[in-house]
């Protein structure tokens, strides 16, 4: 609103500072205010000064505070009261100062946050403070947002320190060194990503092909297995058929299909035996995975 005042006429801003203009002469030795028609076209314009600082002011607020100033004539009483409805008196105002110089002390960079985010927080808290009355150098700012950066940042800071001087060093020049870097940060995290992630399918891929292959020698070990064993029946049932009339034969045979049917239960219970056995190596396996990945 200042700046508002000033860029219509400077003089207005004079208005509110200094109260209103009162036309007076000088009668017997002694200052007495003018008669309205002894105004001249100077006092005129001064008067004129106090009724625009007024009117802006008027024009400015809402209804609700527009009732509670309504019934004052100068810019400056009008200009006191929102003073103190907005900012308080002298106490209050320090004690605001109180709570956003906390903020100002422990302000620190986010996780996750980036640098214009962070400096954007800062400047809001600082213009707070600055509003306030509260002001800080330019070398204390630069000071205050290098000391809010994380250990990561250490490397940067210290260069920072020793090759810029500090007491010449803007934020606008600090900020843009500190996003640079930052790009450099993220480029090299994500390089970083992608060797690991590189790295990661490879290992899965080589470890799914020596299971496959494993796998697979398994159950081509069970199929000649189980293929064995069918041509054994076969050639059983077919000797059984030729010694049909031979007794003695017919029992021997029937002892070595009892002996291979016994052989085949063995083998399948032990194929089962495998299944948890299996099971657990995997979670073994994930249980034993490097961190890095």
């Given at each position: 609103m200042t700046w508002f005042l000033q860029s219509i006429n400077l003089d207005l801003w004079d208005v509110i500072e200094d109260g209103p203009h009162i036309p007076s002469?000088?009668?017997n030795g002694v200052m007495v205010p003018k008669l309205k028609h002894e105004w001249d076209e100077l006092d005129r314009k001064k008067v004129q000064l106090n009724a625009k600082a007024v009117f802006i002011l008027h024009c400015a607020i809402d209804r609700n505070e527009f009732n509670r100033i309504w019934h004052y004539k100068s810019a400056k009483e009008i200009w006191k009261l929102l003073e103190v409805t907005y900012?308080?008196?002298d106490q209050v105002k320090e004690f605001k100062i109180n709570i956003i110089m906390h903020d100002y002390e422990l302000f620190s960079i986010k996780d996750f946050e980036s640098i214009v985010e962070m400096f954007s927080r800062f400047i809001v808290i600082v213009n707070e403070l600055e509003a306030l009355g509260k002001t800080y150098t330019e070398v204390k700012k630069v000071m205050k947002i290098l000391k809010s950066l994380p250990r990561k940042w250490?490397?940067?800071?210290?260069a920072i320190q020793e090759a810029k001087d500090l007491t010449k060093l803007s934020l606008e020049e600090l900020i843009g060194s500190l996003m640079t870097y930052e790009i450099e940060l993220y480029n090299h995290q994500r390089v970083e990503e992608n060797e690991k992630s590189i790295a990661f399918m490879a290992i899965t891929n080589d470890d799914e092909e020596e299971e496959s292959e494993s796998e697979s020698d398994e159950v081509n070990s069970n199929s000649n297995h189980f293929d064995f064993q069918d041509e054994l029946q076969k050639?059983?049932?077919n000797l059984e058929k030729l010694s049909s009339k031979n007794i003695p034969l017919k029992k021997k045979i029937s002892c070595l299909l009892n002996e291979l049917n016994e052989d085949n239960e063995n083998f399948e219970n032990i194929e089962k035996t495998k299944i948890p056995?299996?099971?657990?190596?995997?979670e073994l396996k994930i249980l034993k995975w490097p961190k890095d990945f």
């Amino acid at each position: 609103m200042t700046w508002f005042l000033q860029s219509i006429n400077l003089d207005l801003w004079d208005v509110i500072e200094d109260g209103p203009h009162i036309p007076s002469k000088l009668e017997n030795g002694v200052m007495v205010p003018k008669l309205k028609h002894e105004w001249d076209e100077l006092d005129r314009k001064k008067v004129q000064l106090n009724a625009k600082a007024v009117f802006i002011l008027h024009c400015a607020i809402d209804r609700n505070e527009f009732n509670r100033i309504w019934h004052y004539k100068s810019a400056k009483e009008i200009w006191k009261l929102l003073e103190v409805t907005y900012e308080g008196n002298d106490q209050v105002k320090e004690f605001k100062i109180n709570i956003i110089m906390h903020d100002y002390e422990l302000f620190s960079i986010k996780d996750f946050e980036s640098i214009v985010e962070m400096f954007s927080r800062f400047i809001v808290i600082v213009n707070e403070l600055e509003a306030l009355g509260k002001t800080y150098t330019e070398v204390k700012k630069v000071m205050k947002i290098l000391k809010s950066l994380p250990r990561k940042w250490e490397t940067k800071v210290m260069a920072i320190q020793e090759a810029k001087d500090l007491t010449k060093l803007s934020l606008e020049e600090l900020i843009g060194s500190l996003m640079t870097y930052e790009i450099e940060l993220y480029n090299h995290q994500r390089v970083e990503e992608n060797e690991k992630s590189i790295a990661f399918m490879a290992i899965t891929n080589d470890d799914e092909e020596e299971e496959s292959e494993s796998e697979s020698d398994e159950v081509n070990s069970n199929s000649n297995h189980f293929d064995f064993q069918d041509e054994l029946q076969k050639l059983y049932f077919n000797l059984e058929k030729l010694s049909s009339k031979n007794i003695p034969l017919k029992k021997k045979i029937s002892c070595l299909l009892n002996e291979l049917n016994e052989d085949n239960e063995n083998f399948e219970n032990i194929e089962k035996t495998k299944i948890p056995f299996e099971k657990e190596n995997e979670e073994l396996k994930i249980l034993k995975w490097p961190k890095d990945f």
